[in-house]
Every structure is written in structure tokens, then in C-alpha cells.
């Protein structure tokens, strides 16, 4: 199946991806406006729509999930423009829509995204090239003697169109265990071995893209110690093998009932490779019962701790540590957590465009005393 024939974009470093609303405001002064807010307390922050953006408040490019439909609501654009500085598309980038039905590919939405990226100053993060859960019939259709030459052709046609647009690839996603008992068994490593796709992936896309950092990216790192551990000894071990991983990416949707430490914890293990850090998918969901108000409170409370807990250990990071820091939402109803039956509140803005507890969480985990989360080196 050929793809359409593209015109490789010319390799640029990715430092020209940097969004320029990065480097005007000054730090301190908005830190200042984010403590005023966080003392103020709720209400004020709910009043107070003049807020400092999200992107002068954090330390790092802040990111959002879209999906080609956001970039027609006026609505989400002017908050997103406002607040945001990276984009990752949500699932048009993956192969679940560029590979169609028809046995065409599919360029249109994630064009359009990466249109709007570079036309609103915001960098690109593309998601995600392999996948355990998509392609699984696309690879299993083709001859077996071919399918080394599809998986390759695959990523060399993705991220070469990609090639000067984006900032960085979630390259591999999800290929720990759901309990972190090891590596899951899917179609490409049938084909590849587990290691050996997740290995020939990174090779293929480095060839691809010489200027993208190359993210390994999988959920519950934080939430399940176990897992996080064996993600941390599959990148140890793919780099020795000479896998060219540059980045690490932690999903981040948020277990609240989790323990107070293990979200330091996991950040600090995964710092320890001195590589670009991406939290990539932060939402922190509340779950049921959220009528009822003192268990709303109560779920709040949680919700405020982690996030906290996050964006401070985020911000002790070194600077060439801090990749970005990425919401898989812009506000609570774009969440595919409230997909199935809404009413959660795991992101940093409301329906209306106002800041949640979630924001006041991050204005006050990335307003910490600069001593508190002294950066370590
Ligand atoms: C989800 C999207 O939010 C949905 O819109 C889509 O239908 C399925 O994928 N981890 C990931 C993301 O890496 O790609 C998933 O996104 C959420 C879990």
C-alpha cells in the first residue's frame, strides 16, 4: 500500500519550534500574580479570568491533547492561544486514522494541526507512531515477508512528513505490562521480538527525523511503583543496546487516592537518566458521587495534592529536563474521561473557559518558593 507522495520538509533543529510566547514574560512577576491568586482562594480565582497563562506560569512549554473539530470552536482556539504553547493531536496522528479504511492514508487532520501549531506559535508533539492497541489487522493483512518493510515504510512516511514540524514523537507507547509484570505481548512484537520492535522503531524514526527527541511514553508509572520501575529498566536496557531514546514520557493520568511521595519518587528515578522528561497526558479525574458535596471536597483535596505534587517535582527538574508539560485537555469537557457520562473536573479549565481547583493546583505547585524546589543542577 503506497502512501501519497509528500515533499520532505527541510531538516531544521527544533530549537526554531521553541513557542515564542515562552521567552516574554517575565517569570517572577507572573509567579507573584499566581501566589496573589492562590491566596486569594478559590473564589477569586474563579472571578479572576485575567489568571497569568498557563504558559508564563510553568517552567516548560505547556502542552494540550487536540482534535482537528477544536480547531472550529472559537471558544477552545481563544483559550488554547491564550494559555498553551504545544499541541499533540489526541488520536489523528495515530495510525488509527492515517491508515484508512480504504487502504489510503490520511493526512488532512494532522496536517491541519500542525497548520495551526506553527500558525498560533505553538510547537508540535507528535503521538504515537507505535502503538500496542492499533494496527493490529493493517499489519496482520500484509505477507509476513513484507511486513518488516510496512513497519519501516510506516514510520519513515509519518515522521517524515513530520520532519521540521514537530518538536518531538511519542515513538513507542504503552509497551509495559498493565501491572508492570514485564513487557506486553501484541502483534509487533509477534513479528519483532519485545525489545526488537520497540528497538526498530526508534532506529527507523531517528532515520527519519535526525532533530526530534524520541520519547518512549506509558501511563501508571507514578501510580503503580512496580510498573514504573520496569519502564525505567526497559529504557536502561534499550539504551545500552544503543537505542536512540532521548526522552522520557510519563502520562500522568492521575490515580488521586495514590500515596503522597511516589509521584516525587518515579520523577526522581526517571531524572536520573538525564534525559528530557515529558509529562504528557496530565489529568487527575475525581471519579462518581461528585454531586454530593463533601465528597466533592474531599476528591479535591486529593486532586490538589497530586497535581501539586506533580508540577513541583516537574519544576525541580533541571531546565534541559523539563520537555513539557502536557494536559490531555483543555477543559474538563474536552476530557475523554467524560466521555462515557461527564460530570468529572480532571483538567485545568471548566466548560466556560475558568480555571478549576485543577489550575489553582498548578498555580501553586509552579509558584513554590523557588527554595523549596531548588533545581538540581
Ligand atoms: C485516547 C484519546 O483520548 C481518545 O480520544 C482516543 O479515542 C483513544 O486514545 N494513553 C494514550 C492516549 O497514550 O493516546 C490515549 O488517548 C489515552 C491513554
Redesign the pocket.
Known amino acids: 500500500m503506497k502512501p501519497p507522495a509528500h515533499t520532505p520538509h527541510p531538516s531544521r533543529s527544533a530549537a526554531h519550534l521553541l513557542p515564542q510566547g515562552q521567552k516574554g514574560t517575565p517569570r517572577r512577576a507572573v509567579l507573584l500574580s499566581g501566589l496573589a491568586l492562590a491566596a486569594c482562594g478559590r473564589a477569586s480565582v474563579q472571578a479572576a479570568p485575567a489568571a497569568a497563562p498557563l504558559k508564563a506560569l510553568v517552567p516548560a512549554p505547556v502542552g494540550v491533547?487536540v482534535?482537528r473539530g477544536q480547531l472550529e470552536d472559537t471558544a477552545w482556539t481563544t483559550l488554547a492561544r491564550r494559555e498553551i504553547s504545544q499541541l499533540t493531536p489526541?488520536?489523528e496522528m495515530?495510525m488509527?486514522y492515517i491508515l484508512a479504511q480504504d487502504g489510503g492514508w490520511r493526512f488532512d487532520a494532522p496536517d491541519r494541526i500542525a497548520t495551526f501549531a506553527r500558525a498560533s506559535g505553538m510547537r508540535l508533539h507528535g503521538?504515537?507512531l507505535i502503538?500496542y492497541?492499533q494496527g493490529q489487522d493493517w499489519f496482520e493483512a500484509i505477507k509476513p515477508a513484507r511486513r518488516a518493510a510496512a513497519f519501516d515504510d510506516y514510520i519513515a512516511v509519518v515522521a517524515g512528513r513530520y520532519r521540521g514540524q514537530l518538536a518531538g514523537w511519542?515513538v513507542v507507547?504503552?509497551a509495559v505490562a498493565e501491572d508492570g509484570d514485564g513487557l506486553r505481548s501484541c502483534h509487533w512484537s509477534a513479528q519483532f521480538g519485545q525489545d526488537g520492535y520497540i528497538a526498530r522503531a526508534f532506529a527507523q524514526t531517528r532515520a527519519a527525523d535526525p532533530d526530534a527527541v524520541l520519547f518512549l511514553?506509558d501511563?501508571n508509572l507514578e501510580n503503580l511503583p512496580r510498573k514504573g520501575a520496569t519502564f525505567l529498566r526497559l529504557v536502561e536496557r534499550l539504551l545500552a543496546a544503543g537505542a536512540p531514546i532521548t526522552g522520557i514520557g510519563t502520562?500522568g493520568?492521575l490515580d488521586i487516592d495514590i500515596p503522597a511521595g511516589q509521584i516525587t519518587a518515579f520523577m526522581r528515578d526517571a531524572a536520573a537518566f538525564g534525559l528530557p522528561i515529558h509529562v504528557?497526558?496530565l489529568d487527575a479525574p475525581m471519579g462518581a458521587g461528585l454531586l454530593d458535596r463533601a465528597r466533592r471536597d474531599a476528591r479535591r483535596a486529593l486532586q490538589t495534592a497530586r497535581v501539586m505534587e506533580y508540577a513541583e517535582a516537574f519544576a525541580a527538574l533541571p531546565e534541559r529536563q523539563r520537555y513539557a508539560f502536557t494536559l490531555?485537555?483543555l477543559r474538563d469537557g474536552d476530557?475523554?474521561v467524560n466521555?462515557q457520562g461527564g460530570g468529572d473536573s480532571p483538567l485545568a479549565f471548566d466548560d466556560a473557559g475558568r480555571p478549576t481547583a485543577l489550575h489553582q493546583a498548578l498555580v501553586q505547585g509552579f509558584s513554590a518558593p523557588a527554595t523549596v524546589r531548588k533545581e538540581r543542577g
Open positions: 491533547a482534535m489526541e488520536w495515530k488509527e503521538h504515537a502503538w492497541s511519542d507507547n504503552e511514553n501511563y502520562q493520568h504528557s497526558e490531555w485537555g476530557s475523554f466521555r
